[in-house]
Structure formats: C-alpha cells, structure tokens
C-alpha cells in the first residue's frame, strides 16, 4: 500500500527558512511526479509545487516562485521543499503528492508556521 509521509514543518521567523522532506513507501516502480500542496486557514488548498520525474522539470507557483525550491532526493521517491524567505502567508499545512499512473497519494501533513 502507498504510504506518503512528510516531515520538517515547524515555527520559524518570517525571513528564515525551512525544508520539508517527503518519503514514498509501498511501491518499487517511480513516481511520475511528485508536488507540494498547501492549505491555510480560510483558504483553499493550492498547488505550490511540483517536480516531474522526465527531465526533472519543476514549476512552482507565483507566490512561491525565487523562494522555494523543490528537488528529488538520492532515491526517486523522496523529495524536499527548501523553503527561503518565508513570510507570515506562507503559514499552512503542507501536503506531499506522488502521482502513480495518474493516481495521487497524499500524505498527512506538516504543519508550517511563520511568525511576524
């Protein structure tokens, strides 16, 4: 069975910086890719980014683009989400996706808090 788990969310300063890690479990072929998600209170979950196992291309959305950077780990289905010059927006819980044959697995969670 798919197990999706992430970690690495915290409080941290507005201006600092954060990385979340994400590990796949319970398949042997490669994702077709993985992203970040997020949801703030109030708001509606929104795609913050996403890398694609052909190529390696990424795309991140416009409030996170120049501050975060997603990549692929060692293996294939670990990711990261380096989080810089966070702001108080940027407070959410974030949810790490892997799609497999065009099926999505979420994860749990991690909660990410900025402070002013």
């Known amino acids: 069975q798919v197990q999706v788990v992430e970690s690495g969310g915290g409080l941290v300063q507005s201006g600092g910086s954060l990385t979340l890690s994400c590990a796949v479990s319970?398949?042997?072929?490669?994702?077709?890719?993985m992203s970040w998600y997020r949801q703030a209170p109030g708001k509606e979950r929104e795609l913050v980014a996403t890398?694609?196992?052909?190529?390696?291309?990424?795309k991140y959305s416009e409030s996170v683009k120049g501050r975060f950077t997603i990549s692929r780990g060692d293996t294939l289905n670990t990711a990261t989400l380096q989080m810089n010059t966070l702001r108080p927006e940027d407070t959410a819980v974030y949810y790490c996706?892997?799609?497999?044959?065009?099926?999505?697995?979420w994860g749990q969670g991690t909660q990410v808090s900025v402070s002013s």
């Open positions: 319970g398949f042997t072929g490669r994702s077709n890719s």
């Open positions: 996706t892997v799609d497999i044959w065009g099926n999505d697995y």
């Open positions: 890398v694609y196992t052909g190529g390696g291309s990424t």
